[in-house]
């Protein structure tokens, strides 16, 4: 039961995402128990902002991973994760630390 990102700026995630190895480790820990036991599935797109100094600054789910209270958990889950990354700012073509926007698509799927 892990994730997949299938997002097509991954790799500037991966450049921005000090913490993602923690996001790439996801365990069943991490799928809510209502989630796993209601079979939930699905795919929660998030846009993340990060500021200049490299502090997280908006979280918004776009598309949550379905209808149900089970799926809300599941976009909730990938939110808070998401939150407790560090991320490093990306730089100007001056070398200047600037924030930026990212989408992020979490895939919910039990195996």
Do not use: Q
Request: hydrophobic share 40%; proline share 5%; aromatic share 10%.
């Amino acid at each position: 039961m892990v994730p997949e990102f299938t997002d097509p700026y991954l790799a500037k995630l991966l450049g921005w995402a000090d913490g993602f190895r923690r996001l790439g480790v996801w365990a069943n820990a991490d799928y809510p128990r209502a989630a796993v036991k209601s079979e939930a599935t699905g795919t929660t797109k998030i846009l993340f902002r990060v500021d200049a100094s490299g502090k997280l600054a908006g979280v918004e789910v776009v598309k949550s991973a379905g209808p149900s209270r089970e799926h809300k958990l599941l976009d909730r889950m990938a939110v808070d994760k998401l939150s407790e990354c560090s991320f490093t700012p990306g730089l100007d073509e001056n070398g200047k630390a600037v924030g930026g926007s990212f989408p992020v698509e979490y895939v919910w799927k039990l195996e």
